[in-house]
């Protein structure tokens, strides 16, 4: 159960809602003011990496995991999106176990089974499901709809297409066989590891921000942010498609 006003009344103003609110503006502004260059990417240094070496490497897969999720502004727009709504932390877990179990497994058996998508299609889904969320969020799917589409089942359908983006580009690098399965499982870990490290600081942000006014009279406003978002993401990647 999600939406607009989905729990807990307003609470007392705190000062330190002027730095919570640049924050938020920053993490929900980051794709248009950065382009889609980084939605899925691996850094050209890590990609050679990569490609290079062999054998179980445990440690480096996880660091390469963590860095992919903590730099990823789409996968941290979804769940910010996702987690704007939930007040308590048993709510929270939910969704975000939900979208993990939906990224790790699309990921792991993408890899393994080389499987993959057009990169330019996968992230305009992606783009998608940001859309999708900030729409969820205002209320326009039961306004539309005359019913609330489970957020559970999108959160871990669209967790899917998140691990599918990722699993894609691991393909387009030829990872070695030697020593795969390890590899990707250390790789998964380092995903969650960023993850709980991106949630922590969204949930810090929000925190604050929850305490003010402000919140309910931009709630709005901030998700119409995060939709426009999706939408120059869904563009750009739509764009590049077009053009390859």
Same mark, same amino acid.
């Given at each position: 159960?999600?939406?607009?006003?989905?729990?807990?009344?307003?609470?007392?103003?705190?000062?330190?809602?002027?730095?919570?609110?640049?924050?938020?503006?920053?993490? *929900?502004?980051?794709?248009?003011?950065?382009?889609?260059?980084?939605?899925?990417?691996?850094?050209?240094?890590?990609?050679?990496?990569?490609?290079?070496?062999?054998?179980?490497?445990?440690?480096?897969?996880?660091? *390469?995991?963590?860095?992919?999720?903590?730099?990823?502004?789409?996968?941290?727009?979804?769940?910010?999106?996702?987690?704007?709504?939930?007040?308590?932390?048993?709510?929270?877990?939910?969704?975000?176990?939900?979208?993990?179990?939906?990224?790790?497994?699309?990921?792991?058996?993408?890899?393994?089974?080389?499987?993959?998508?057009?990169?330019?299609?996968?992230?305009?889904?992606?783009?998608?499901?940001?859309?999708?969320?900030? *729409?969820?969020?205002?209320?326009?799917?039961?306004?539309?709809?005359?019913?609330?589409?489970?957020?559970?089942?999108?959160?871990?359908?669209?967790?899917?297409?998140?691990?599918?983006?990722?699993?894609?580009?691991?393909?387009?690098?030829?990872?070695?066989?030697?020593?795969?399965?390890?590899? *990707?499982?250390?790789?998964?870990?380092?995903?969650?590891?960023?993850?709980?490290?991106?949630?922590?600081?969204?949930?810090?942000?929000?925190?604050?921000?929850?305490?003010?006014?402000?919140?309910?009279?931009?709630?709005?406003?901030?998700?119409?942010?995060?939709?426009?978002?999706?939408?120059?993401?869904?563009?750009?990647?739509?764009?590049?498609?077009?053009?390859?």
């Amino acid at each position: 159960m999600q939406g607009p006003f989905y729990e807990g009344p307003p609470r007392a103003p705190c000062a330190r809602w002027r730095l919570a609110l640049p924050m938020l503006v920053a993490l *929900l502004t980051l794709p248009l003011l950065g382009g889609a260059a980084f939605a899925h990417a691996v850094a050209e240094g890590d990609k050679g990496y990569i490609q290079e070496i062999t054998g179980i490497n445990l440690l480096p897969f996880i660091y *390469l995991g963590a860095k992919h999720m903590v730099t990823g502004y789409d996968h941290i727009l979804f769940l910010f999106g996702v987690i704007f709504f939930l007040y308590r932390m048993k709510h929270i877990g939910i969704y975000v176990s939900l979208f993990a179990l939906g990224h790790s497994t699309t990921m792991l058996l993408g890899v393994y089974f080389n499987v993959g998508i057009n990169s330019y299609i996968i992230d305009a889904i992606i783009g998608l499901s940001v859309v999708y969320k900030a *729409l969820d969020n205002m209320g326009a799917f039961q306004r539309w709809l005359g019913f609330q589409p489970s957020t559970k089942i999108a959160t871990l359908i669209f967790g899917f297409f998140h691990g599918f983006g990722l699993s894609t580009k691991i393909i387009e690098y030829n990872i070695s066989p030697d020593g795969l399965v390890p590899n *990707l499982l250390a790789f998964n870990v380092g995903v969650e590891i960023g993850q709980l490290l991106a949630l922590a600081a969204i949930l810090i942000v929000m925190g604050y921000w929850r305490r003010t006014p402000s919140f309910w009279r931009h709630a709005y406003t901030a998700n119409v942010v995060m939709m426009t978002a999706g939408f120059v993401l869904i563009g750009y990647q739509l764009t590049g498609w077009v053009v390859s």
